[in-house]
C-alpha cells in the first residue's frame, strides 16, 4: 500500500522569504501523480500544484515550485516571497495512475505560519 | 459553477443517533468522492463513485456508514448509530474523468458526537 509521509507538523517563514515543505511517499508503482493541497482557515482545500510522475521537470505555478526526485520518492514544496495569505495547512497527496483508480492519499500535513 | 457544497456545515448529535450529510458536486463532474478527516490527519478516502456507481469502498466504512448518489448528482452520506469516534471533518469531493482527475473539495461537515 502507498503512504505519503509529511515529517514537519509545522513551519514558519518571515514574509517575503522563501520556505521549503517536505514529502516523502512510498509505492512500487511507476507511474502516478503527486499533489499539494492548501488548506487554508476556512477548512475548503485548493489545489496548488500537481506532478505527474512520468514527467522530469519539476512544476511550477507562480510563486509555487516542487523538487521532484523519483528514486528518492520526494515531492518537496517551495513558496518563494512568501504572502500573508500563504498561512494554511499543506497537504502533500498521491494518486496512483492505474486505471480505475482515482482515491487521493494524503499526508499528515504541514501548518503553515508565516510572519509579517 | 459554485464548486462544491455541503449541507449541512456543522452537526451536532448524541450518541447512537442517526445522521445524514448532503454534498453536491460541481455540475459537469462525474466522480464524486468522501474522506474523513480528523484533527492533526489529513483526509482519509471512505468511497468514491462515478455518476451513480459506487466503485470503492474504503475498509474505514463500517456497516453503520452508507452512501448513495441517486441519477448521479448529489450524494448523500449517512452514519446510524452514531459514535464518539464518529466526530471529524466529513469532506465531499468532485473531479472530472480527465487524466489528471483534479478533485475540488467542498467545505465539509463537521460532525460532534456526544
Known amino acids: 500500500a502507498q503512504t505519503v509521509t509529511q515529517s514537519q507538523p509545522e513551519m514558519s517563514v518571515q514574509e517575503a522569504e522563501t520556505v521549503t515543505l517536505s514529502c516523502t511517499y512510498d509505492?512500487?508503482?511507476?507511474?502516478?501523480?503527486l499533489f499539494w493541497y492548501k488548506q487554508p482557515p476556512s477548512r475548503q482545500m485548493i489545489l496548488v500544484i500537481r506532478q505527474e510522475a512520468y514527467k522530469q521537470q519539476n512544476a511550477t505555478e507562480n510563486r509555487f515550485s516542487v523538487n521532484f526526485q523519483k528514486a528518492a520518492k520526494s515531492f518537496s514544496l517551495k513558496i518563494s516571497d512568501s504572502q500573508l495569505g500563504d498561512a494554511a495547512m499543506y497537504f502533500c497527496a498521491y494518486r496512483s495512475a492505474r486505471s480505475g483508480t482515482y482515491k487521493y492519499i494524503f499526508g499528515t500535513g504541514t501548518r503553515l505560519k508565516v510572519l509579517a | 459553477d459554485t464548486g462544491v457544497s455541503q449541507d449541512p456545515r456543522h452537526k451536532i448529535t448524541k450518541r447512537g443517533q442517526n445522521v445524514t450529510f448532503r454534498c453536491d458536486p460541481i455540475?459537469?463532474?462525474?466522480?464524486l468522492y468522501w474522506y474523513r478527516q480528523t484533527l492533526g490527519q489529513g483526509p482519509e478516502f471512505l468511497t468514491y463513485f462515478q455518476n451513480e456507481a459506487q466503485l470503492e469502498k474504503s475498509r474505514l466504512l463500517s456497516d453503520r456508514f452508507s452512501a448513495e448518489r441517486p441519477k448521479g448528482s448529489f450524494s448523500t452520506l449517512e452514519i446510524q448509530r452514531t459514535e464518539q469516534g464518529d466526530s471529524a471533518m466529513y469532506l465531499c469531493?468532485?473531479?472530472?474523468?480527465?487524466?489528471?482527475?483534479?478533485?475540488?473539495f467542498g467545505p465539509g461537515t463537521r460532525l460532534t458526537v456526544l
Open positions: 509505492t512500487s508503482e511507476s507511474d502516478y501523480y
Open positions: 455540475s459537469e463532474h462525474n466522480r
Open positions: 469531493a468532485s473531479s472530472r474523468g480527465d487524466v489528471y482527475n483534479e478533485q475540488f
